[in-house]
């Protein structure tokens, strides 16, 4: 079974940055968007920001609204598409396994509707970010 596969994690100090990539190729299901989700220590797993194939509209938790990015490759396809998420003045509670996520979504995500598992379709195996205080 094709997953995205996660790259980019790392350990970094408070205020830093890090960028996560997100490769799905050969995937045949239907899918319309990509998202990241993150599980942070103790916590339940939460999504963090999806964004709608070649059509560029984006949705983010509050918590890292101004401080992370999602965008795709310019030249993505259905047959291989790679997502990014730039993630800038990293906190320690942003200390996470983070999770890419394929899914046929709403082009616009309504209170964080795009992160309901009905709408997901394939995971990763997720990548790990330390942020050190």
């Known amino acids: 079974q094709v997953q995205p596969v996660e790259s980019g994690g790392g350990s970094v100090q408070a205020g830093g940055s890090l960028r996560l990539s997100c490769e799905l190729s050969?995937?045949?299901?239907?899918?319309?968007?990509m998202a990241w989700f993150r599980q942070r220590p103790g916590a339940e797993r939460e999504g963090v920001a999806n964004?709608?194939?070649?059509?560029?509209?984006?949705?983010?938790?509050?918590s890292v609204k101004g401080r992370f990015t999602i965008f795709e490759d310019v030249g993505n396809t259905k047959a291989k598409s790679t997502v990014y998420l730039q993630m800038t003045r990293l906190k320690p509670e942003d200390t996470a396994i983070y999770y890419c996520?394929?899914?046929?979504?709403?082009?616009?995500?309504?209170?964080?509707?795009?992160?309901?598992?009905?709408?997901?379709?394939?995971w990763g195996v997720g990548t790990r970010v330390t942020v050190s205080s």
């Open positions: 996520a394929a899914g046929l979504t709403p082009r616009f995500c309504h209170e964080g509707e795009c992160f309901l598992s009905q709408y997901l379709r394939a």
């Open positions: 050969g995937y045949t299901g239907p899918y319309n968007s």
């Open positions: 964004i709608y194939i070649g059509h560029g509209s984006t949705y983010y938790t509050d």
